[in-house]
T-cell receptor, first 115, second 114 residues
Framework: AQSVTQLDSHVSVSEGTPVLLRCNYS??????LFWYVQHPNKGLQLLLK??????LVKGINGFEAEFKKSETSFHLTKPSAHMSDAAEYFC?????????????FGGGTRVLVKP | NAGVTQTPKFQVLKTGQSMTLQCAQD?????MSWYRQDPGMGLRLIHY???????DQGEVPNGYNVSRSTTEDFPLRLLSAAPSQTSVYFC?????????????FGPGTRLTVT
């Protein structure tokens, strides 16, 4: 069985400061991991994905994430927050044992960016 | 390409009514799925389809039906709406069935059942 825990439900940062969103996962197989972003009243957009290649994954809009198998973590970072980064972020796992391409979502982290 | 489209954007139903949420994609994707989003719970899989004529249940299928007669369309039917089905519904598609493929999400349908 697969599961995802996002360790912070809300994160508040000042514009121009680093952003760290924490994600831990559980998977019985070699997982694929994703980060999606959802702006208010919008659908979900893929930020980046890990699929067993390089453990440091670069995504769109300056975001990156590092896959650490020993820690079962896939934390998302950005060196300098922008006002447009205010949104909800979802860490997602999918493994080969999951029926139907099933994505398991974390509960989400809502990011507030202060000017 | 329009990507994944969903209609309607908003809907209010009374308990016991039925309705169909529409989903279409123009990317020739094999795989399509329906999720519901509830506060603090992320998205949960309702039903999915790996190709035309093939559907299966996800995590929370009760009260919902689907069919896939064409590659492009994947409607979700609520048989007898209940307040517990108040949620935001997202349709998604991906090129193939496989864990490494990105899923493309539609803009969502916000459903309220009174």
């Amino acid at each position: 069985a697969q599961s995802v825990t996002q360790l912070d439900s809300h994160v508040s940062v000042s514009e121009g400061t680093p952003v760290l969103l924490r994600c831990n996962y559980s998977s019985s197989y070699s997982p694929s991991l994703f980060w999606y972003v959802q702006h208010p009243n919008k659908g979900l957009q893929l930020l980046l994905k890990y699929t067993s290649a390089a453990t440091l994954v670069k995504g769109i809009n300056g975001f990156e994430a590092e896959f650490k198998k020993s820690e079962t973590s896939f934390h998302l970072t950005k060196p300098s927050a922008h006002m447009s980064d205010a949104a909800e972020y979802f860490c997602v796992v999918s493994d080969s044992g999951a029926a139907g391409n099933k994505l398991t979502f974390g509960g989400g982290t809502r990011v507030l960016v202060k000017p | 390409n329009a990507g994944v489209t969903q209609t309607p954007k908003f809907q209010v139903l009374k308990t016991g009514q039925s309705m169909t949420l529409q989903c279409a994609q123009d990317m020739n994707h094999e795989y399509m799925s329906w999720y519901r989003q509830d506060p603090g719970m992320g998205l949960r899989l309702i039903h999915y389809s790996v190709g035309a004529g093939i559907t299966d249940q996800g995590e929370v299928p009760n009260g919902y039906n689907v069919s896939r007669s064409t590659t492009e369309d994947f409607p979700l039917r609520l048989l007898s709406a209940a307040p517990s089905q108040t949620s935001v519904y997202f349709c998604a598609s991906s090129p193939r069935w496989g864990t490494s493929y990105e899923q493309y999400f539609g803009p969502g349908t916000r459903l309220t059942v009174t």
